[in-house]
């Protein structure tokens, strides 16, 4: 299959795979939230947001296997230096996730204490849901290392569609076990069972698809290690950045305000997650073949695609941040009621730091994929420290909205940041930018302005609203294609 054709296939599967999951997710949360209270919400969202940190000791190896399996691709006859790299990985992992299962099993005895978790039955479940948790993340880890072999040899759909395929299991059997009666126990169950289930049905298909594979303990070598930690070491630090940013914002507020509170922020929250993760898969997806072309050293193909991409990218951001402002409401009050809803002003910073984060990813795909990731871990860890900081002293004047801010104020860094060092490793200049992308996008930004000022000040219906969206929103894309795709389209449209 060629290069251009596994893309598609890629972008496609992520695109499509992703709606469903958030679908399924939507549907599903007011069933858990029937079955489960507030509080045990919030204390599966805390754990969640625990093992996000202990994500950290993955030490960025499954990003630098994707990246390095990537770059060498285009030697098919380096099949030894792959499974060298792999195997590293691979065993590696499985030294870490022991290690996670240790340290998650001492830690799990202070967690109810930590989180202010009042009740005592509710305590001696959290204890055990926790144990449960922390052994599923742990097979999650040399789990990593084989979806790592196939994105980088850009099976990317095949992993998207297995990892549906475990979704819908673990979803199926969560809710089997709440009907059940077995309560929170029901949620780390599942995914305990349907993980080792995916483990041996993705060794299966690596095995199948390349008879040279195998795993060996004997292939490590110190060679095949020093490469996997030179691109890993920044991947780390990018790592602990993103994990400080998306997950101590639940940790400061179940530890100052109250367990209840994390999830009222979680699920006001959700809809911006779930744009966000949706956009950085489809992002991802382009790193592996933006690595085989740097790889073959057509740095000028790489950036003619960086500048087609951008005035789509800057359009989606704002077409994301919008419908997030004007929305938001609407979405968790028709899902799981507006008791759960944070307010207004939280949705408008919530649209803020999406638009940001929009905009730092796109560019960070490319010097990621470059392995220049050193400026990108840097600057997300000073991100990371000035978000912290912020959101300590912050959450004591403005509860929720404290919070959220200081998410928002630190994102500018990289927002504006690593945009510059992509453009600067491209050899792009701001004039041939301007020219090219901000005044293609100016239009449409002045329109959308003055749609959202025209729709928050009448007393449209919310179908009303959502449809004069989704056309302007089309209206906007359209614009924005290259003439040629704009022709294809309306070809296609015209026909009978």
């Known amino acids: 299959m060629s290069r251009k054709k596994q893309f598609l296939k890629g972008i496609s599967s992520v695109f499509l795979q992703k709606i469903l999951v958030r679908i399924i997710g939507v549907v599903i949360t007011p069933i858990i939230l029937y079955y489960l209270s507030p509080q045990e919400y919030g204390i599966w969202i805390l754990i969640n947001s625990f093992l996000g940190y202990m994500g950290l000791l993955d030490f960025g190896i499954t990003g630098a296997v994707t990246t390095i399996i990537a770059k060498n691709d285009n030697d098919y006859t380096n099949h030894k230096y792959l499974l060298t790299i792999i195997n590293n990985a691979f065993f590696l992992q499985l030294f870490i996730a022991l290690f996670i299962m240790i340290i998650g099993f001492c830690f799990s005895f202070y967690f109810p204490k930590f989180f202010k978790i009042d009740k005592p039955e509710l305590s001696k479940i959290a204890i055990i849901v926790f144990n449960i948790a922390i052994i599923s993340y742990g097979i999650s880890f040399p789990l990593k290392a084989l979806k790592g072999f196939l994105k980088g040899k850009q099976y990317i759909a095949l992993v998207v569609w297995l990892e549906f395929i475990f979704f819908i299991t673990t979803t199926l059997l969560n809710l089997f076990l709440l009907y059940e009666g077995w309560g929170l126990l029901s949620l780390s169950i599942s995914s305990l069972i349907v993980r080792i289930i995916s483990f041996f049905i993705i060794y299966f298909f690596i095995k199948k698809i390349f008879n040279y594979f195998n795993l060996n303990i004997k292939l490590i070598n110190r060679e095949s290690l020093k490469d996997i930690f030179n691109v890993s070491i920044y991947w ?261």
């Open 236 to 496: 780390f630090i990018g790592m602990i950045a993103a994990v400080i940013i998306y997950s101590t914002d639940n940790i400061v507020i179940g530890s100052i305000l109250s367990v209840s509170f994390v999830t009222i922020y979680a699920l006001s929250y959700r809809l911006t997650e779930v744009i966000r993760e949706f956009i950085y898969s489809i992002n991802f997806t382009l790193m592996p073949g933006i690595g085989q072309l740097l790889g073959e050293k057509k740095i000028d193909r790489v950036k003619e695609i960086y500048l087609e991409t951008q005035s789509f990218i800057l359009v989606l951001a704002l077409l994301s941040s919008l419908f997030i402002f004007l929305f938001n409401k609407d979405f968790i009050t028709l899902w799981v009621g507006e008791k759960f809803y944070g307010g207004e002003k939280l949705t408008l910073i919530f649209s803020l730091i999406l638009f940001s984060s929009i905009i730092f990813h796109s560019s960070s795909i490319i010097l990621s994929a470059a392995l220049k990731v050193k400026v990108v871990s840097f600057l997300r860890i000073l991100e990371a420290l000035i978000n912290i900081i912020l959101s300590i002293i912050l959450i004591k004047y403005l509860n929720l909205i404290g919070v959220s801010l200081a998410t928002f104020l630190s994102s500018l860094l990289t927002a504006f940041l690593i945009p510059y060092y992509a453009m600067k490793y491209l050899d792009i200049s701001f004039n041939e930018y301007y020219m090219r992308v901000i005044l293609k996008i100016f239009p449409i930004y002045l329109f959308l302005f003055i749609l959202v000022f025209i729709l928050k000040n009448n007393d449209f219906n919310v179908i009303i609203r959502l449809i004069i969206f989704i056309v302007s929103s089309i209206l906007s894309i359209f614009y924005i294609l290259k003439k040629e795709y704009k022709v294809k389209l309306l070809n296609i449209l015209q026909r009978k």
